[in-house]
């Protein structure tokens, strides 16, 4: 399912240039926004129940986790459904990056407590989660730095990164 989502993913970028468009570029496109509705809501609840699911097998679910896990998941949707508009600088626009942002931000976070919570189980494979997910992460940074935006490269790596890294931690884990 990882991999359908990140093909999913992939075809959806294609509607707007990698370089100069996010796919926020889909969201205010007439034909394009249900594609972008559709596409977000999915990939939210999938996210949200394999977050769930991976650290409820892994270790146990405290009341901050599952704060964190509901404010990133309700942050990617309610920010993602509110409309942007590129040409006007308006409160909707601002809460539309704030919330996305904070809501992306928040989900690399749940993934990387939930790598720190697998040095209880393996020693070893926590060493090579840290060390993928890392790389991940330094790679995420160096593709915002040398674009200096939120292009959808960015997003397709970011896409890969939390895909791959929830991907791995399952298959390590069943």
């Known amino acids: 399912m990882y991999y359908l989502m990140l093909i999913y993913t992939f075809l959806l970028s294609l509607k707007t240039s990698w370089t100069y468009n996010n796919f926020t570029f889909l ?3 007439k034909d394009l926004r249900i594609h972008y509705l559709i596409w977000i809501t999915i990939m939210s609840c999938f996210l949200l129940y394999k977050i769930y699911k991976l ?3 892994i270790t146990y679910i405290t009341f901050h986790n599952q704060v964190m896990i509901c404010f990133s998941f309700l942050s990617m949707l309610i920010g993602s459904y509110l409309p942007y ?13 704030i919330l996305s942002s904070l809501g992306a931000l928040s989900l690399l976070i749940i993934i990387q407590i939930l790598i720190y919570r697998i040095i209880l189980v393996d020693l070893i494979f926590y060493k090579k989660m840290t060390m993928i997910y890392r790389s991940l992460i330094l790679m995420l940074g160096m593709f915002i730095i040398m674009f200096g935006s939120i292009n959808s490269i960015v997003e397709l790596f970011f896409t890969f990164t939390v895909l791959i890294s929830l991907n791995e931690i399952e298959k390590y884990f069943k």
């Open 27 to 29: 969201s205010y496109q």
């Open 55 to 57: 650290i409820k097998k």
């Open 85 to 97: 508009d590129p040409n006007h600088e308006n409160i909707i626009s601002i809460l539309h990056i």
